[in-house]
Antibody, heavy 121, light 110 residues
Framework: QVQLVQSGAEVKKPGASVKLSCRAS????????MHWVRQAPGQGLEWLGI????????KYAQRLQGRVTMTTHTSTRTVYMDLRSLTSEDTAVYYC??????????????WGQGTLVTVSS | QSALTQPASVSGSPGQSITISCTGT?????????VSWFQHHPGKPPKFLIY???KRPSGISTRFSGSKSGNTASLTISGLQAEDEAHYYC??????????FGGGTKLTVL
C-alpha cells in the first residue's frame, strides 16, 4: 500500500533553517511527483510547491520563493524540503502529498502523517 | 494566487444533506476541470474525496458528490453522519504547475 512517512517534529529559533523529509513506499517512486502543503495553527491548507521524482523540476509558491528548496534522493525514495530564514509565521504542520504533472487530477491522493514545525525564540 | 473562497462554516442534522461551495475565477476553477475536495479531521492528514470536479476515488462513499458550474465548484454530502464533522477544503490547479486551496469550511453535525 502507498505510504508517505515524514520526519519527526522540529523546534527552531527564528532565523534558522529546517529540513523535512518524506519517504515513499508502495508505488513506483519515479512515476509520481511530490507536493508539500502546510497548515498553520487555526488556518487552512497552503500549497507550498511540487518537485518531480528526479529532482530537476520544481515549482514553488510565490510567497516562499527564495526561502525554500525541494530535493529528492531516488535511491532512498525520499523527498526533502529545506525552509530557511524561519519566522513565527512558519509554525505549522507540514505535509507531503503525492502528485502528478497536474493534468490527471490525481494530485494529493496520498498524504504523509505531517510534521509539526515550531518556530520560537 | 488568492485562496479559493469557501464559507467558513456549515451545519446540518444527521440524515440531512449539505452543500459547500468553492468559488474561484475563470483562470482556475472555471478554466480547468481539476478541482479536488478533501476532508480533514484534526490530527490526521487530509483525505482525498473528489477529483476532476466530480469523480470519487475508490473507497469513497457515494454520499459525497462533486459538481461545478462556471467558476464555482460544490461538494454535497448526503445522509449526514456524525463522523462527517470535519473541515473540508477544495483545491484547484491554476496552471503553471501550481495549485491553490480554499480557505476551508467547518462542518458541524448538529
Amino acid at each position: 500500500q502507498v505510504q508517505l512517512v515524514q520526519s519527526g517534529a522540529e523546534v527552531k529559533k527564528p532565523g534558522a533553517s529546517v529540513k523535512l523529509s518524506c519517504r515513499a513506499s508502495g508505488y513506483t517512486f519515479i512515476t509520481y511527483y511530490m507536493h508539500w502543503v502546510r497548515q498553520a495553527p487555526g488556518q487552512g491548507l497552503e500549497w507550498l510547491g511540487i518537485i518531480n521524482p528526479s529532482g530537476d523540476n520544481t515549482k514553488y509558491a510565490q510567497r516562499l520563493q527564495g526561502r525554500v528548496t525541494m530535493t529528492t534522493h531516488t535511491s532512498t525514495r525520499t523527498v526533502y524540503m529545506d525552509l530557511r530564514s524561519l519566522t513565527s509565521e512558519d509554525t505549522a504542520v507540514y505535509y507531503c502529498a503525492r502528485g502528478t504533472t497536474g493534468t490527471t487530477g490525481l494530485d494529493f491522493d496520498y498524504w504523509g502523517q505531517g510534521t509539526l514545525v515550531t518556530v520560537s525564540s | 494566487q488568492s485562496a479559493l473562497t469557501q464559507p467558513a462554516s456549515v451545519s446540518g442534522s444527521p440524515g440531512q444533506s449539505i452543500t459547500i461551495s468553492c468559488t474561484g475565477t475563470s483562470s482556475d476553477v472555471g478554466l480547468f476541470n481539476l478541482v479536488s475536495w478533501f476532508q480533514h479531521h484534526p490530527g490526521k492528514p487530509p483525505k482525498f474525496l473528489i477529483y476532476v470536479d466530480t469523480k470519487r476515488p475508490s473507497g469513497i462513499s457515494t454520499r459525497f458528490s462533486g459538481s461545478k458550474s462556471g467558476n464555482t465548484a460544490s461538494l454535497t454530502i448526503s445522509g449526514l453522519q456524525a463522523e462527517d464533522e470535519a473541515h473540508y477544503y477544495c483545491c484547484s490547479y491554476v496552471g503553471g504547475s501550481s495549485w491553490v486551496f480554499g480557505g476551508g469550511t467547518k462542518l458541524t453535525v448538529l
